[in-house]
């Protein structure tokens, strides 16, 4: 067997730890329907809008730039919850850079139906003001298709949610892992490589959101979130 394979391992006693079950731990028991959509359907916003490659290009420029501007280079920002520390001067400071990058405008419209009827939502820090509630339907329509975990579209949010931890450094997949194929996702759902990839991917995302891993973040907003959606129409969150 190839050193070169297992380089990134962990050994733990006579085991040996592929990397990304070193750095976010076990598998944990967390919702996707009731924790990681609120926190995740900002990226599938930006996806709708303006496709997928487009969206990877606009989402990576406004991460890059919090983790600059924070100085928090290991910081991944998939979840909208993170984006709260995003404030004041910093807020100031990503807008003009995001501008000067000819990104902020199709970020600020993909993400109007998200902050402007989610009163609270730390992405509003793209926004010198909160946008005047609208577009209720679109916001509407990207949950329904997000509940559909497996689906293109929703394996394709959550591969830029991943990808995100590999730009961040903070995910490193070995050789030989369906996953180390990460860019061959594109394919999906059309070949069996790609279904492999989708699901590493959500498996992934399961032990990002995992307390004391990357993704983690309180629950706060995603209950929030949902209070809401029942205040603008009632209804029932499916168990997935």
Same mark, same amino acid.
């Given at each position: 067997?190839s ?26 028991? =967390? ?8 926190e ?6 930006v ?27 290991? *910081? ?5 919850? *993170? ?32 902050? *402007? ?13 909160v ?6 339907? =679109?916001?509407?329509?990207i ?18 949610? =991943?990808w ?27 070949t ?16 990002a ?27 029932? =969150?499916?168990?997935?």
């Amino acid at each position: 067997m190839s050193s070169g394979v297992l380089k990134d391992h962990a050994r733990k006693g006579k085991v040996l730890v592929p990397p990304f079950v070193h750095l976010l731990g076990p598998m944990r028991d =967390v919702s996707w329907s009731k924790q990681m959509i609120p926190e995740l359907c900002w990226i599938a916003l930006v996806h709708a809008k303006h496709g997928d490659r487009r969206a990877v290009e606009l989402i990576t420029a406004l991460t890059r730039s919090v983790r600059t501007i924070l100085d928090a280079p290991t *910081s991944v920002l998939a979840a909208c919850s *993170s984006y709260a520390q995003v404030q004041g001067a910093h807020a100031g400071e990503l807008r003009a850079r995001l501008l000067a990058e000819g990104c902020l405008n199709e970020l600020q419209v993909a993400l109007v139906p998200l902050v *402007s009827n989610y009163e609270g939502c730390a992405l509003t820090c793209l926004y010198e003001s909160v946008p005047t509630a609208a577009h209720l339907e =679109v916001g509407r329509e990207i949950l329904e298709q997000l509940y559909e975990r497996d689906s293109r579209f929703s394996t394709m949010v959550q591969a830029t949610a =991943v990808w995100l931890m590999f730009d961040a450094g903070v995910l490193k997949v070995a050789e030989g892992l369906a996953l180390a194929s990460f860019p061959k996702i594109e394919d999906y759902p059309n070949t069996e490589l790609s279904r492999q990839i989708g699901g590493s991917i959500r498996a992934t995302l399961n032990m990002a959101f995992g307390k004391e891993s990357p993704l983690y973040v309180s629950l706060d907003w995603a209950n929030r979130f949902w209070d809401l959606g029942m205040t603008m129409q009632p209804c029932e =969150v499916r168990n997935v």
